[in-house]
């Protein structure tokens, strides 16, 4: 075996047709999870801490009380606060599934998030416990910008409650592409400069002026094509940001817990955590707040997570929807770097309102914009509003069960 040959026989850090039909033989298998969740239980401070990380204080989430005289009855989590659960529901795996899932059959390729979508059935309510399973769903080979070939895998979360009863679908593809890519990523240059009084201000008269809809129904019938949602600011992006988002959400990656835990996952999977600059054995995230680190990768400063934006977008819906209307989908594209120092204008507008098998839609276009006027994640998302006539009736899932909704995943992306 060659210094370019992972165990498998694969090369190294190289696209190859082997490594795609590996990763192939992986579809519609249950993986089993490599962590515990953040939470096990939808808690009141949980769902807080959450919710504050992203700098949303909305009382459906952080107040008991208030959420109680609500429709739902008690406090709901928000709907991406599922990142933070999730008990592994996938069948205690034998030899063989142990062997497929042994390796990445991309090691050595950079990887990053390209698309997130999720559908929403219900809530998650305050006492729920959650499972999840994952599987992959689809693997294609796609032509690279910078020039070669990348593998586009997407990967299902599907969420069942406590009771059985499915309550959503995350749905993320990731590119893996040869790390020249990266190097070419590396000649870009990123220049910041230092905000103004009169900038700061603009960001803290939006962050004064937001609303919400809250008790006050949105009906379906009021909204018209065109209208603008109120926009959202986020940042500019700290460290300390990162950090207090960290604290709701968990460390997803690499398993919580710090010295003596760290050190026993990291004899376990020491690639989680290559050595600093002191030659310290540090988590691979660090990316996302180590400058060093963030450069040795081809990145001119650390950047967020795919995550935030798509709960920054979330923030922007469930405001303007309110506690009567029903986040139903979400569909994100990560396109841009928002590094640290970058401020985010999180907007939406509404394309179009439908009637479809006696749901109200509402059909937006969302999108987060940096300082600098680039789109960093556009997107798109349907709520159902209710009528005068008529409250929200939540949506059914394709499938009723996790098994269920496996197949029919697979029926549409693995090709």
Same mark, same amino acid.
């Given at each position: 075996?060659?210094?370019?040959?992972?165990?498998?026989?694969?090369?190294?850090?190289?696209?190859?047709?082997?490594?795609?039909?590996?990763?192939?033989?992986?579809?519609?298998?249950?993986?089993?999870?490599?962590?515990?969740?953040?939470?096990?239980?939808?808690?009141?401070?949980?769902?807080?801490?959450?919710?504050?990380?992203?700098?949303?204080?909305?009382?459906?989430?952080?107040?008991?009380?208030?959420?109680?005289?609500?429709?739902?009855?008690?406090?709901?989590?928000?709907?991406?606060?599922?990142?933070?659960?999730?008990?592994?529901?996938?069948?205690?795996?034998?030899?063989?599934?142990?062997?497929?899932?042994?390796?990445?059959?991309?090691?050595?390729?950079?990887?990053?998030?390209?698309?997130?979508?999720?559908?929403?059935?219900?809530?998650?309510?305050?006492?729920?416990?959650?499972?999840?399973?994952?599987?992959?769903?689809?693997?294609?080979?796609?032509?690279?910008?910078?020039?070669?070939?990348?593998?586009?895998?997407?990967?299902?979360?599907?969420?069942?409650?406590?009771?059985?009863?499915?309550?959503?679908?995350?749905?993320?593809?990731?590119?893996?592409?040869?790390?020249?890519?990266?190097?070419?990523?590396?000649?870009?240059?990123?220049?910041?400069?230092?905000?103004?009084?009169?900038?700061?201000?603009?960001?803290?008269?939006?962050?004064?002026?937001?609303?919400?809809?809250?008790?006050?129904?949105?009906?379906?019938?009021?909204?018209?094509?065109?209208?603008?949602?109120?926009?959202?600011?986020?940042?500019?992006?700290?460290?300390?940001?990162?950090?207090?988002?960290?604290?709701?959400?968990?460390?997803?990656?690499?398993?919580?817990?710090?010295?003596?835990?760290?050190?026993?996952?990291?004899?376990?999977?020491?690639?989680?955590?290559?050595?600093?600059?002191?030659?310290?054995?540090?988590?691979?995230?660090?990316?996302?707040?180590?400058?060093?680190?963030?450069? #040795?990768?081809?990145?001119? @400063?650390?950047?967020?997570?795919?995550?935030?934006?798509? +709960?920054?977008? !979330?923030? *922007?819906? =469930?405001?303007?929807?309110?506690?009567?209307?029903?986040?139903?989908?979400?569909?994100?594209?990560?396109?841009?770097?928002?590094?640290?120092?970058?401020?985010?204008?999180?907007?939406?507008?509404?394309?179009?309102?439908?009637?479809?098998?006696?749901?109200?839609?509402?059909?937006? #276009?969302?999108?987060?914009? @940096?300082?600098?006027?680039?789109?960093?994640?556009?997107? +798109?998302?349907? !709520?159902? *509003?209710? =009528?005068?006539?008529?409250?929200?009736?939540?949506?059914?899932?394709?499938?009723?069960?996790?098994?269920?909704?496996?197949?029919?995943?697979?029926?549409?992306?693995?090709?």
């Amino acid at each position: 075996m060659t210094s370019t040959e992972n165990k498998s026989g694969e090369q190294f850090g190289v696209l190859t047709d082997e490594a795609v039909e590996r990763s192939r033989r992986r579809l519609g298998i249950p993986k089993p999870q490599r962590n515990p969740p953040h939470n096990y239980e939808v808690t009141w401070d949980g769902v807080r801490h959450f919710a504050f990380g992203y700098g949303d204080d909305n009382p459906l989430y952080c107040d008991p009380e208030y959420a109680a005289s609500t429709r739902w009855g008690s406090l709901i989590a928000p709907p991406t606060f599922l990142y933070t659960m999730g008990e592994d529901a996938a069948p205690a795996p034998d030899a063989q599934t142990k062997a497929l899932f042994k390796g990445d059959p991309f090691a050595g390729l950079g990887s990053y998030q390209a698309v997130m979508e999720y559908e929403w059935w219900q809530p998650l309510r305050l006492g729920d416990r959650c499972r999840v399973l994952q599987a992959q769903v689809g693997v294609q080979l796609k032509p690279s910008s910078f020039g070669g070939r990348t593998a586009h895998v997407t990967q299902d979360y599907l969420y069942a409650n406590g009771r059985g009863e499915m309550h959503a679908l995350r749905r993320g593809t990731w590119i893996n592409a040869e790390r020249h890519t990266s190097k070419k990523r590396a000649k870009e240059t990123l220049v910041q400069e230092p905000y103004t009084p009169e900038q700061l201000a603009e960001f803290d008269a939006a962050y004064a002026a937001e609303t919400r809809r809250g008790g006050e129904p949105r009906y379906w019938e009021d909204v018209e094509i065109g209208e603008v949602l109120q926009p959202k600011v986020k940042g500019p992006l700290t460290t300390t940001d990162v950090v207090v988002w960290h604290l709701g959400w968990g460390m997803q990656l690499t398993p919580p817990g710090a010295f003596k835990i760290a050190a026993s996952i990291r004899r376990k999977a020491p690639g989680l955590y290559p050595p600093n600059p002191m030659n310290i054995p540090d988590t691979v995230q660090r990316l996302h707040w180590e400058p060093e680190r963030a450069r #040795e990768l081809g990145l001119p @400063n650390p950047y967020d997570y795919g995550g935030m934006r798509e +709960t920054w977008l !979330v923030h *922007l819906l =469930t405001d303007w929807v309110g506690d009567h209307g029903w986040l139903w989908k979400l569909r994100c594209e990560h396109r841009k770097f928002n590094y640290l120092g970058d401020a985010t204008w999180v907007r939406g507008t509404v394309a179009d309102k439908r009637k479809v098998d006696g749901r109200n839609e509402i059909h937006l #276009e969302v999108r987060c914009e @940096n300082q600098r006027g680039e789109v960093t994640t556009p997107g +798109t998302a349907v !709520v159902l *509003l209710p =009528t005068r006539e008529r409250a929200v009736d939540l949506p059914a899932p394709p499938a009723p069960d996790l098994d269920g909704m496996v197949a029919h995943e697979l029926a549409q992306f693995s090709v």
